[in-house]
């Protein structure tokens, strides 16, 4: 007699829902872009999705309250001269979010509490340094303010957004980076590039660790760090059938397990749930969500189940487990792009029958707070993220937040700012003389390395602030005017009054006159009865 084991798992009868169509977002012009990426970026305050845009691009942020039908004249994100490709919402600030555009900058926003009333042009901070798109924008988990960033001219580059200069420069990549994902803690960073390899490095210092073949396909993979160290991938096989794999950091070349999917085109998104282990594979063009648990013993990587839909998906996001509902024993939310405009939510539950918070569900979270600062960071400092139990509901801190940039003194030569392995000794060390002689001069020497770039961006802030100068003088005006007037009116008033006096001041005077000549001509008449009296 033959009987079958059921592993056991408290997620193995996790299901998938589809709220109503009134509880999602509906008339949501999608990106067209054909670069894999996915379109959308959900935090517990927004949900922030690509859309396509005349003369630019651009990306609309919801408040979660916002659901139903969207106008056509939302206010939207629209500072970019060219396609928006990747967005990510900072994890220490919910108002805060980083887009990266085929225009070649990055630049970082804040968003008001409330969304947004009209449309947002002016970023906090202008991030400049690639010479092709940027398809790639990844936070450190636990250092506040670093950014990651990476493009189609295959440089790899790590900001701190609070001074907008340059931390580390990684040009050790031979074709264009893929993904991008640290470790835990940060410490770490693991790469995979369209030379069909994967790469870890020191984000410090921008050296290669270790290197290895990923997947054999020449379609694009993606890689992410496991909370307990280990890198899972997805990508393709030679005869173009979708894979995964699970790896370990010191023997990259040789999978622990390698698992063939299917034969679809779509890249497929690996979205990782730290608390629970649990992985949501999501492909672009797929109708499917399959979710898979990281165990530690054989096979490692558990198949749980799929949520099936009609439609196929453009792009997804999921939600922090910051805004899952605790009470529903939601463990995880998905936002779903459709073709046809919708953006569909899917929330992901354990069923239980008690109304109690489930400690064994909810372990200790990613907390808003950041752990350390940029500076302790790059200084060779590590910390875990903190975390915070979600027991009596969560409150974002965000609104007292605000995200401030104190640049440097020569911010306009942006190559110069921070420290580069591999970049060429020669630029920098120009760049660091200009800046040198910048701060002993005054800034009266030229400044060397400002590219074409920055020369029309300078020459694009000139203009604008020609056009607030000219508002600025034409309301001066119209003040002035205004007070003329007033003058006017005040002085003809007065002119008034005076010709009113004066002529209260003349008859007064004629009465005096003729008051006088009666009193003369009375003394003449008495002169002249005296005279008579003597004769």
């Not at 999608?30 to 651009?58: H, M, Q, R, Y």
């Not at 005040?490 to 009666?518: F, I």
Request: net charge negative.
């Amino acid at each position: 007699m033959s009987f079958r084991v059921v592993r056991s798992s408290k997620f193995r009868h996790v299901y998938g829902q589809a709220l109503k169509r009134e509880q999602c977002y509906d008339n949501i012009r999608v990106s067209k872009s054909s670069w894999d990426s996915t379109f959308c970026a959900v935090n517990p305050k927004f949900l922030a999705i690509i859309v396509e845009s005349a003369g630019g691009g651009a990306f609309i942020v919801l408040p979660h309250s916002k659901v139903g039908r969207i106008a056509a004249d939302h206010p939207l994100v629209g500072g970019h001269k060219g396609p928006v490709l990747d967005i990510a919402w900072c994890p220490h600030n919910d108002n805060v979010i980083a887009s990266g555009s085929e225009d070649c900058v990055v630049k970082v926003w804040q968003i008001p509490d409330g969304g947004l009333s009209r449309t947002l042009t002016e970023p906090v901070v202008d991030l400049v340094f690639h010479q092709r798109r940027v398809g790639l924008v990844v936070w450190h988990p636990s250092a506040l303010n670093v950014l990651l960033t990476a493009g189609s001219d295959n440089q790899v580059v790590i900001w701190n957004v609070g001074t907008g200069e340059i931390l580390v420069h990684i040009d050790s990549h031979p074709d264009i980076v893929y993904s991008a994902c640290f470790n835990w803690d940060g410490s770490k960073l693991v790469t995979t590039c369209k030379d069909k390899k994967i790469r870890i490095y020191d984000p410090r210092t921008g050296e290669v660790e270790s290197e290895a073949v990923c997947h054999e396909g020449s379609k694009a993979t993606r890689a992410i760090f496991l909370r307990h160290g280990l890198i899972f991938t997805t990508g393709f096989n030679r005869s173009s059938e979708r894979q995964y794999s699970l790896r370990a950091p010191d023997a990259l070349s040789d999978p622990i397990v390698m698992v063939e999917l299917d034969t679809s085109n779509g890249v497929m998104f690996p979205l990782y749930d730290p608390d629970t282990n649990l992985i949501y594979l999501c492909g672009k063009g797929d109708s499917v969500i399959r979710y898979f648990e990281v165990t530690p013993e054989p096979p490692f990587v558990h198949y749980i189940n799929t949520f099936q839909t009609p439609d196929p998906q453009r792009g997804i996001g999921m939600m922090p487990k910051r805004g899952c509902d605790v009470t529903t024993c939601e463990i995880a939310k998905f936002y779903r792009l459709n073709n046809n405009g919708l953006c569909q939510v899917i929330s992901m539950t354990v069923p239980r029958k008690s109304d109690l918070f489930q400690e064994d569900l909810y372990p200790d979270t990613l907390a808003e707070d950041a752990a350390i600062t940029a500076e302790k960071w790059i200084m060779g400092e590590d910390a875990d993220p903190i975390t915070f139990s979600l027991k009596g509901g969560y409150v974002s801190q965000s609104a007292n937040k605000s995200l401030s940039v104190s640049k440097k003194a020569n911010i306009l030569n942006k190559a110069a700012v921070g420290t580069s392995k591999s970049a060429s000794s020669a630029t920098l060390g120009s760049s660091g003389g200009s800046s040198a002689a910048n701060n002993n001069s005054g800034g009266s020497a030229p400044v060397s390395g400002i590219t074409e770039k920055d020369l029309r961006d300078i020459t694009d802030e000139i203009r604008k602030l020609k056009a607030i100068i000219v508002k600025h003088e034409n309301r001066i005006r119209a003040l002035e005017a205004t007070i003329r007037e007033q003058e006017d009116n005040t002085d003809s008033v007065a002119a008034k009054s005076n010709n009113t006096s004066s002529s209260n001041d003349t008859k007064a005077n004629a009465a005096d006159s003729n008051s006088t000549k009666e009193d003369a001509n009375g003394s003449a008449g008495t002169t002249t009865a005296a005279a008579s009296d003597d004769v």
